[in-house]
């Protein structure tokens, strides 16, 4: 039995923003039932995993019932999405539960995902099945052991329901996640777009006291807000980048301003290295394909602090526009400087000068024109530093295609400090062995949906510690095999 004062509720989104959220609660569902459960997440949040995995916390977990303290709501907010305005798209599946302090003292969001219509789910049944539900606990989980800041994952419920969708009818499922917040651009744009100018203000005051509180005397505290937003959002994308990660759907409604990456719906990780790798089937035209996202979260950047301008300079809009948009510029040399750091730390180089900048990017070429695999690739790099390139240049088809390059790279890294074995060591410390390979998630979401878990909880196991490579997960290890296809991607609704 899971005890009313099991949670501890501090809502300050439910207090200090009213208008901003619909207050809301979960349907009611047959047959509640935990199929994955983050014991260590819970106990971070201060909750105890054996309690909830009970009955009462399944139908928590589920939406199907509130806990003691909890003042679910759905979020309201905007969004533009592959480019154009959707002025009102909001939690149209989702709840907020609450806010818990966790054990570090930071306040984080409980939110529920697939617990029903809610007043902002236009055509949608506001429901979310099984594959998708597990596919992000398992991404999100991938990202959190990779060190990528992420929402994470709680619980994934099933709810005993049969949810129609496109190839048929599936199990339906709740994701319980946390976050540090589900503030987004969207937020801001929502009110931003309707000229309430006082709201925007009161919500740019509740980001700053919730996630920059540094900043709450300061006089220019607005752009000051934009600034460490942007630069967060230029470290997140540059993390993205160094382990091969293709978000799929940066619209405004899915950037947050805590600087997490927030919902997993059609991404994935690229095996061959492609600058234009795109897998979301319904991103025609390849908008957020990887190499493309730094300049993606740029251009969300600019839509942000459209939302601030007024409160920026509310005398002078032309001042306003011409602060904000030196700072949106700057996040191009923020985001190279990060990206390079990222880089170069992958090559075992810590402290980057500018012609390294040359070495990475060689490198990608020769690695992009001869679809050599990403994450393999830099992994085995580590040997070629401690004396055996074989596995590096066994990834080629002419294995003396790397040779010019790996020469310069050596060259290079004997004038880093430290040994050249303890440069090898810090290599490993980045470069994953084990990254969600898209054959290993579709399998184990086949099987989980035909109530098979034992894959999902193995591929789980795998990628909770990606750079330590153990004996019997070779398979794990390697891209999808030639007759695995073309990777394709949904939404996941
Ligand atoms: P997403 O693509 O998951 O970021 O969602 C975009 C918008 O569509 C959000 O406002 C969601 O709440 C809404 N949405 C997605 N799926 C559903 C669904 N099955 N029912 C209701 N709303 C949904
Ligand atoms: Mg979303």
């Given at each position: 039995?899971?005890?009313?004062?099991?949670?501890?509720?501090?809502?300050?989104?439910?207090?200090?923003?009213?208008?901003?959220?619909?207050?809301?609660?979960?349907?009611?569902?047959?047959?509640?039932?935990?199929?994955?459960?983050?014991?260590?997440?819970?106990?971070?949040?201060?909750?105890?995993?054996?309690?909830?995995?009970?009955?009462?916390?399944?139908?928590?977990?589920?939406?199907?019932?509130?806990?003691?303290?909890?003042?679910?709501?759905?979020?309201?907010?905007?969004?533009?999405?592959?480019?154009?305005?959707?002025?009102?798209?909001?939690?149209?599946?989702?709840?907020?539960?609450?806010?818990?302090?966790?054990?570090?003292?930071?306040?984080?969001?409980?939110?529920?995902?697939?617990?029903?219509?809610?007043?902002?789910?236009?055509?949608?049944?506001?429901?979310?099945?099984?594959?998708?539900?597990?596919?992000?606990?398992?991404?999100?989980?991938?990202?959190?052991?990779?060190?990528?800041?992420?929402?994470?994952?709680?619980?994934?419920?099933?709810?005993?329901?049969?949810?129609?969708?496109?190839?048929g009818p599936e199990p339906g499922a709740v994701l319980a996640r946390v976050a540090n917040s589900h503030l987004r651009v969207g937020t801001f744009e929502f009110f931003s777009a309707r000229g309430e100018t006082e709201k925007v203000r009161r919500l740019a005051d509740y980001a700053i006291r919730r996630h920059f509180?540094?900043?709450?005397?300061?006089?220019?505290?607005?752009?000051?807000?934009?600034?460490?937003?942007?630069?967060?959002?230029?470290?997140?994308?540059?993390?993205?980048?160094?382990?091969?990660f293709v978000h799929g759907v940066m619209n405004t409604d899915n950037m947050t301003i805590s600087g997490e990456t927030i919902d997993y719906g059609p991404c994935a990780f690229m095996d061959g290295y492609d600058p234009a790798a795109v897998f979301s089937s319904i991103d025609h035209r390849g908008r957020y394909a990887?190499?493309?996202?730094?300049?993606?979260?740029?251009?969300?950047?600019?839509?942000?602090?459209?939302?601030?301008?007024?409160?920026?300079?509310?005398?002078?809009?032309?001042?306003?526009?011409?602060?904000?948009?030196?700072?949106?510029?700057?996040?191009?040399?923020?985001?190279?400087?990060?990206?390079?750091?990222?880089?170069?730390?992958?090559?075992?180089?810590?402290?980057?000068?500018?012609?390294?900048?040359?070495?990475?990017?060689?490198?990608?070429?020769?690695?992009?024109?001869?679809?050599?695999?990403?994450?393999?690739?830099?992994?085995?790099?580590?040997?070629?530093?401690?004396?055996?390139?074989?596995?590096?240049?066994?990834?080629?088809?002419?294995?003396?295609?790397?040779?010019?390059?790996?020469?310069?790279?050596?060259?290079?890294?004997?004038?880093?400090?430290?040994?050249?074995?303890?440069?090898?060591?810090?290599?490993?410390?980045?470069?994953?062995?084990?990254?969600?390979?898209?054959?290993?998630?579709?399998?184990?979401?086949?099987?989980?949906?035909?109530?098979?878990?034992?894959?999902?909880?193995?591929?789980?196991?795998?990628?909770?510690?990606?750079?330590?490579?153990?004996?019997?997960?070779?398979?794990?290890?390697?891209?999808?095999?030639?007759?695995?296809?073309?990777?394709?991607?949904?939404?996941?609704?």
């Amino acid at each position: 039995m899971i005890r009313a004062d099991s949670f501890t509720f501090d809502n300050s989104y439910a207090l200090e923003l009213e208008g901003f959220y619909a207050p809301w609660k979960g349907e009611s569902v047959p047959d509640p039932q935990i199929v994955m459960l983050n014991r260590d997440l819970a106990e971070e949040l201060g909750l105890d995993p054996d309690e909830l995995a009970n009955e009462d916390g399944a139908a928590i977990l589920a939406g199907s019932e509130a806990p003691e303290g909890a003042a679910p709501l759905a979020q309201v907010y905007a969004g533009h999405q592959f480019g154009g305005f959707s002025p009102r798209l909001g939690d149209g599946r989702a709840l907020l539960v609450g806010e818990l302090i966790d054990r570090h003292g930071v306040r984080r969001d409980l939110h529920l995902k697939g617990s029903g219509r809610t007043p902002f789910s236009r055509g949608g049944d506001g429901k979310a099945v099984l594959g998708p539900v597990l596919r992000e606990y398992l991404i999100g989980e991938a990202m959190h052991a990779l060190g990528v800041p992420t929402t994470r994952a709680l619980a994934a419920v099933t709810t005993g329901e049969r949810i129609l969708r496109q190839d048929g009818p599936e199990p339906g499922a709740v994701l319980a996640r946390v976050a540090n917040s589900h503030l987004r651009v969207g937020t801001f744009e929502f009110f931003s777009a309707r000229g309430e100018t006082e709201k925007v203000r009161r919500l740019a005051d509740y980001a700053i006291r919730r996630h920059f509180p540094e900043l709450d005397e300061d006089d220019h505290r607005y752009l000051q807000m934009f600034r460490k937003v942007r630069d967060r959002q230029a470290a997140l994308v540059a993390q993205w980048m160094s382990v091969g990660f293709v978000h799929g759907v940066m619209n405004t409604d899915n950037m947050t301003i805590s600087g997490e990456t927030i919902d997993y719906g059609p991404c994935a990780f690229m095996d061959g290295y492609d600058p234009a790798a795109v897998f979301s089937s319904i991103d025609h035209r390849g908008r957020y394909a990887y190499g493309n996202q730094a300049a993606i979260a740029q251009w969300n950047l600019a839509r942000f602090v459209e939302t601030l301008l007024p409160l920026i300079d509310p005398n002078d809009i032309d001042h306003a526009i011409e602060v904000a948009t030196e700072e949106v510029e700057a996040f191009g040399p923020v985001y190279q400087r990060a990206w390079l750091e990222r880089m170069s730390a992958k090559l075992g180089v810590d402290r980057p000068e500018e012609g390294d900048r040359d070495l990475v990017e060689e490198l990608l070429g020769v690695v992009h024109a001869h679809d050599v695999d990403f994450t393999s690739l830099f992994r085995r790099l580590g040997e070629a530093a401690r004396g055996d390139p074989r596995p590096t240049r066994a990834l080629f088809v002419d294995p003396t295609t790397l040779d010019a390059w790996l020469g310069t790279w050596l060259e290079r890294l004997v004038r880093e400090p430290g040994t050249v074995g303890a440069r090898a060591d810090a290599m490993d410390r980045v470069n994953p062995v084990y990254i969600p390979r898209n054959h290993k998630v579709e399998e184990a979401l086949d099987a989980a949906t035909a109530s098979d878990l034992e894959p999902f909880e193995r591929l789980l196991t795998v990628i909770e510690r990606p750079f330590e490579r153990r004996a019997g997960l070779e398979a794990y290890e390697v891209r999808a095999p030639e007759s695995f296809g073309p990777y394709r991607t949904f939404c996941g609704t």
